[in-house]
């Protein structure tokens, strides 16, 4: 997350074409393939074919990891999903809004996981270590394991598109909590929350930018984790003492 943009309502910005599958209809009434009759959860589950919106997506996933977001085209995207590239518009208004919501979707595990965190019943300081530490980590496995999908999630972060800037407001929410809980239980003592919550984001950017990240991918995983524990030490020590 680009410095000093730490403070982004994650509500600015809509969610994206295709972040939300349709609900099917209620009291849906099916049969099995071996004619069993289907009602309710269990007919939607079985039978309910993926929405046209969840369809492009998976396809413009598997384009992405494939080709490379830069080689991706509308136009291949909406052939393999039997539809005119016309119809394509419908879901997704542009191809940079189609490849951000792939972004989009591995952003939400990224949150999930880093919700789970913030929720667990531990002390504040381990928690916003944890949480910091998972972030960096959840990046650099992307970029090891499919750097055509962070390519995305750096692009859109470099250039502030909505996706990014959502992400960024979430996970200000969640330093935020681990903050509120930790002066709540006395382990922090801030004199400025809005001081502290961005000191936080500005003292780990080096580590949790994904255009740092990606500098760092031939560090050893190790030592980059040994020099940002150093750095989270610190802010958790500004945090504890009240400088901020």
């Known amino acids: 997350m ?35 009759l289907l009602v309710g959860p269990a007919a939607r589950a079985r039978a309910a074919p993926p929405s046209a919106d969840a369809r492009l997506l998976a396809i413009a996933g598997e384009h992405v990891r494939r080709l490379g977001h830069r080689q991706v085209t509308v136009v291949g995207v909406a052939a393999e999903a039997g539809m005119t590239h016309a ?11 189609l490849v951000d919501a792939v972004a989009g979707r591995w952003l939400r595990e990224v949150e999930a996981e880093l919700a789970a965190i913030a929720d667990a019943p531990d002390p504040a300081d381990d928690k916003l270590e944890r949480l910091l530490l998972a972030l960096a980590a ?9 750097p055509h999908l962070f390519a995305v999630h750096l692009d859109a972060t470099v250039e502030s598109r909505p996706i990014a800037r ?15 809980e ?12 809005e001081r502290a919550i961005a000191f936080v ?22 030592l980059i984790e040994t020099r940002f524990g150093a750095v989270i030490r610190a802010i958790l020590r500004v945090l504890r003492t009240g400088t901020l």
């Open 2 to 36: 680009p410095r000093g943009q730490a403070g982004a309502d994650p509500r600015d910005e809509p969610d994206a074409p295709g972040d939300k599958a349709r609900a099917p209809r209620a009291g849906a009434v099916r049969l099995s393939p071996d004619g069993q």
């Open 87 to 97: 119809n394509v518009y419908r879901y997704f208004p542009s191809k940079t809004a």
């Open 138 to 146: 959840l990046q650099r496995e992307v970029l090891m394991g499919d």
């Open 166 to 180: 959502r992400h960024r407001g979430r996970l200000r929410l969640l330093v935020e909590r681990v903050i509120e």
């Open 182 to 193: 930790g002066l709540n239980a006395g382990a922090f003592a801030l004199r400025d929350r």
């Open 201 to 222: 984001f500005d003292a780990s950017h080096r580590f949790i930018h994904p255009a740092s990240v990606q500098l760092d991918a031939e560090v050893p995983r190790d």
